[in-house]
């Protein structure tokens, strides 16, 4: 295949704030969902602590919005437990190591986000908290020092836990004048430092986990419709406000990008099929890059007797506010279907009839790159925007090896075929622009809570219950990756 990565592609690796950080209670920062959130494995769940009215401590099953505390507890960070996110990897100390670290990769984007908790550290504090802002201050400047674009996030599922607490997280609209307010902060304060933001992470999973969590009851239904509403709104009046204050600013949403396909040809599953790509990809989508619901969304709407609070001027505010680039996670595809069967995928945040055309991963998740490439062509075909691949990723079992190495070659193989596969969608007419693989170095699990499964380029001397040096060690792939950013991909298409 003759070269077709553009020249001036960004290239480079991504983390979040709450995975990677640490210092959950250092200059003020105030706590988030993940302080309250345990441990677990590809087979126990994560559970998130509390006190009850009773002052008795407890927890239940779940994390973020599928984990209900009972009436009148609050969260709370317990003794007895271990909290992996505290720590996490300890970027907030080490970041110029692993700046550093990246560039000498040949980094020119870095995707991180932006703790809200770090800035306002209840959520409507009345100023903002210096501390936090001159922490992401330093660590966009360090990226400048490199010539590394930092590509940020800015809600990257870490609401303020006092919001969450006092008014119910975001199907209470309070919360998108809130967020208005952090955004606007911002932005004026990195408008020199940060071109390209990324208004709210993963969005659509708050649709996308009801399905895998089994039944659920109407009315969270409800609620995930009207918290998704308040995010829209939140995003476009945000585009809006930043716009103003740079007009080079670039916006892009974050859908998490997953490939659906029919389980057999009957009719009735591609119809199913269809219909799941509309509830879980455009739904979010359409409203962020068309600026409208779509026309099956009523439908979606009524299925679960969903009526939504739309307020006068919440569509034209949606119209106001699309975004400029169209980003999304990608790791799997899953298969759906209306028969029945017994060879279900159960892995962590997959759902589905296994694809017998597909191996998977140690936690359940499709290995399928040819997904990518269908994924880029069919959504860039719908909305003829530029595009980036903001996590990808494969997340494994590494081992140290006596003289201290690390050979991942199932990692290299793994981003191997999805760069090829990016290539061909390039090669068939796609705009894609950036390519940031989840995660550069080692951080915490997002839905396990584990360090063991590990994606970075960079290995991490930490365990499960948080043992270790914290020392930084490039495994195989580093190198690897290296060569294929000095060529500009060109090594990775002719191995």
Not at 296 to 323: M, N
Request: hydrophobic share 35%.
């Amino acid at each position: 295949m003759t070269k077709v990565f553009p020249d001036g592609f960004l290239w480079g690796g991504a983390i979040a704030a709450n995975q990677a950080e640490g210092a959950y209670n250092e200059d003020g920062r105030g706590l988030v969902q993940t302080d309250v959130t345990t441990g677990g494995t590809v087979d126990s769940p994560r559970y998130t602590t509390f006190i009850d009215k009773d002052g008795k401590p407890g927890k239940v099953g779940g994390m973020g919005h599928t984990a209900k505390i009972p009436e009148g507890a609050k969260f709370a960070v317990l003794d007895d437990y271990y909290y992996p996110n505290h720590k996490a990897v300890d970027f907030y100390h080490r970041y110029k190591e692993d700046i550093k670290l990246f560039a000498e990769m040949g980094y020119s984007v870095f995707r991180l986000s932006i703790s809200w908790a770090r800035i306002f550290p209840n959520g409507y504090d009345e100023k903002p908290n210096q501390a936090g802002l001159d922490f992401y201050r330093s660590v966009f400047e360090e990226c400048r020092k490199y010539n590394i674009e930092p590509l940020v996030s800015i809600w990257h599922f870490d609401t303020p836990l006092t919001l969450e607490q006092e008014l119910g997280c975001w199907a209470n609209r309070k919360l998108v004048d809130y967020y208005v307010r952090y955004c606007q902060v911002i932005f004026e304060e990195y408008k020199d430092l940060v071109k390209y933001w990324l208004t709210f992470n993963e969005i659509n999973n708050t649709i996308m986990f009801l399905d895998m969590f089994g039944e659920v009851p109407q009315e969270a239904y409800q609620e995930a419709y009207q918290t998704l509403h308040h995010q829209f709104l939140a995003s476009a009046k945000a585009i809006k406000i930043g716009r103003q204050i740079n007009p080079n600013f670039q916006f892009g949403n974050m859908i998490c990008g997953i490939t659906f396909y029919p389980g057999t040809c009957d009719p009735a599953d591609v119809l199913l099929n269809e219909h799941k790509w509309q509830q879980n990809i455009f739904y979010c989508s359409d409203v962020q890059a068309k600026g409208r619901y779509g026309s099956y969304a009523k439908r979606l709407w009524d299925e679960h007797g969903v009526v939504l609070d739309i307020e006068d001027g919440d569509l034209e505010a949606l119209r106001e506010g699309t975004i400029d680039i169209y980003t999304f996670s990608y790791y799997m595809t899953n298969n759906v279907t209306t028969h029945d069967s017994d060879d279900l995928v159960a892995g962590n945040f997959s759902a589905g009839v296994r694809n017998p055309y597909l191996t998977y991963s140690d936690w359940g998740w499709a290995l399928d790159p040819t997904g990518l490439q269908y994924f880029l062509e069919k959504i860039y075909d719908r909305y003829e925007l530029p595009m980036m691949v903001v996590e990808n990723g494969l997340g494994a079992f590494d081992t140290v090896e006596e003289d201290g190495s690390i050979h991942d070659d199932y990692r290299i193989d793994y981003h191997r075929q999805h760069i090829k596969a990016m290539a061909q969608a390039i090669a068939n007419g796609v705009d894609l622009i950036a390519y940031t693989t989840w995660g550069c170095i080692d951080i915490v699990s997002a839905g396990t809570g584990e360090m063991r499964k590990r994606y970075g380029f960079i290995y991490v001397d930490m365990d499960d219950q948080g043992q270790g040096t914290l020392e930084r060690r490039p495994k195989d792939s580093f190198y690897w990756y290296q060569k294929v950013l000095a060529s500009n991909e060109q090594s990775a298409l002719e191995e």
